[in-house]
């Protein structure tokens, strides 16, 4: 497992979001993400993003003006379509 430190602090949406989806789409499963923002947006956008992408947001802390995520990267899941004629 290993853990990568993404210091976001400053942007404004979207790019907290946009930048995470990048970083986690590197991430092995089982890897985790720290994510530092600043953006009061990124409470919203980040759980959103990381509830879509199907990966699972560990913790979020919060104080002095910033945000701490902390994601783990999850197995892909394979949904198979149903076959048509």
């Keep these: 497992m290993t853990v990568t430190k993404l210091d976001l602090s400053g942007l404004k949406c979207p790019l907290p979001a946009l930048k995470t989806r990048k970083a986690l789409k590197s991430l092995a ?9 600043t953006d009061p947006l990124a409470v919203i956008d980040i ?11 560990e913790i979020i802390e919060r104080g002095d003006g910033e945000t701490v995520f902390r994601i783990e990267k999850s197995a892909p ?3 198979s379509k149903p076959l048509t004629c």
Excluded: K, Y
């Design 29 to 37: 499963p089982g890897d985790r993400l720290e994510v530092r923002c």
């Design 77 to 79: 899941t394979h949904v």
């Design 47 to 57: 759980p959103h993003l990381v509830g879509t992408i199907g990966d699972r947001l």
